[in-house]
């Protein structure tokens, strides 16, 4: 069922990569369990090729794996492929050793997921690829920060733990005008609520632990790429040798067939509770880029379709103590990291300095809001508030 991409994305996402072929005369693909791959006869070793859809070698993934990574092309307009990992994070290291070198410059914005830090702090370094980190504010600016050797732009908007927008289509412009390549970590809104090829990305990152899995038990990555990159990407991936098991594909496969109407859900939940914080004293600041008091809305009201399912909020004071006793007063909130499942989440976020946004340590809460009554969420937020 490679399908009309005139259907709407909730009856794509339904639809996409249940190839008959695939899934023979049951609805979801089933798990192919495979390292050999048979051969007719030794004529047809000469004539296969490792790939999507092309039976070779486990390395290359079955129906399984195929399906899954089909649906999340098609999902994707203007997409040529993509590829999949054992987590967004590796998703994210193949994506930038795809593009990069020894002796290139990478810029990397500065609200960035941590582990992506990390990677450009050592390994990349280490491999002799300098990274400068930029404001989330830079739009088409980012031109001015380009040097002969800048390769590559990585951009993640909203950023980890304080959600700053970035004008996504103004970089990539700058960027292309400049034959440099941009990669997205598109996590926080997927291609449902941010479509990122139509944006001008290159390669768009997910961690499918997130909303693809939808029920905190899977590690899963994918890097999605146009016609240009999709075959280094390809490449990349093979001689690295990743691989997903096929297990891990079928869950994520069941995942995405619910993630519409579980991001839709999840989504009005996590602004209703926004907004009650916004309006509590013991609150200064809800950092959630769908508030129309948040720096950079209107890059929000302009490019996204609708709210993901985490935000931060800064309390009153920073007080380490009382940061803590909320944190451990609440009854629905599990602690924990990781985000995008079916249930609630806090945790206490420090993240490094950013620009133009003041907290002190200990001030940071981060929220992610699940499936629960959203009645019974914002109940136990007023008790733990009443506690700490
Ligand atoms: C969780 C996360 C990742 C990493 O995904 P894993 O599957 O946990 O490796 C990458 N980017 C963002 C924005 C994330 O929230």
């Avoid at 001015?144 to 590559?152: G, I, K, S, V, Y």
Wanted: with cysteine.
């Amino acid at each position: 069922m490679s399908d009309d991409p005139a259907y709407r994305p909730d009856t794509r996402i339904v639809r996409a990569g249940r190839r008959p072929e695939w899934a023979q005369r049951v609805v979801n693909p089933p798990v192919w369990r495979a390292s050999t791959i048979l051969f007719d006869d030794v004529a047809a070793i000469d004539e296969a090729k490792a790939g999507h859809g092309k039976f070779y070698y486990g390395l290359h993934g079955t129906p399984t794996q195929w399906s899954l990574a089909e649906a999340l092309t098609e999902l994707e307009p203007g997409a040529a492929g993509t590829m999949l990992y054992s987590s967004g994070l590796s998703a994210i290291s193949t994506a930038l050793l795809t593009v990069l070198a020894p002796g290139d410059d990478v810029l990397i914005v500065e609200s960035a997921y941590g582990p992506t830090r990390r990677l450009a702090d050592g390994f990349l370094k280490k491999m002799g690829i300098a990274t400068r980190y930029y404001a989330p504010g830079v739009g088409a600016g980012i031109a001015q920060l380009f040097l002969p050797q800048t390769r590559a732009v990585l951009i993640e908007s909203p950023g980890s733990q304080t959600f700053e927008l970035q004008d996504v289509p103004a970089i990539c412009a700058a960027a292309r005008a400049a034959g440099i390549a941009t990669i997205l970590d598109n996590t926080w809104a997927s291609p449902l609520l941010f479509p990122a090829m139509a944006a001008g990305v290159d390669i768009s990152v997910l961690a499918c632990s997130k909303y693809v899995g939808g029920h905190s038990d899977l590690m899963l990555g994918s890097a999605t790429a146009n016609a240009e990159w999709f075959p280094r990407l390809e490449r990349t991936t093979f001689d690295i040798g990743h691989n997903v098991s096929p297990d891990d594909a079928w869950l994520g496969a069941r995942g995405l067939r619910t993630m519409a109407v579980r991001l839709k859900a999840q989504g009005a939940a996590t602004l209703e509770v926004a907004d009650w914080l916004a309006n509590r004293p013991e609150v200064s600041n809800v950092l959630h880029p769908a508030r129309p008091d948040f720096p950079g809305h209107a890059i929000y009201a302009r490019d996204f379709k609708g709210s993901g399912t985490v935000f931060s909020f800064a309390l009153a004071t920073a007080d380490v103590a009382r940061r803590t006793r909320f944190i451990e007063a609440l009854q629905l909130f599990g602690i924990g990291w990781s985000w995008g499942g079916y249930e609630s989440l806090v945790t206490p976020v420090d993240p490094g300095a950013r620009t133009g946004l003041p907290w002190a340590p200990g001030q940071l809460v981060r929220l992610q809001i699940g499936l629960e009554d959203v009645r019974d969420l914002i109940a136990d937020l007023a008790q733990a508030l009443d506690t700490a």
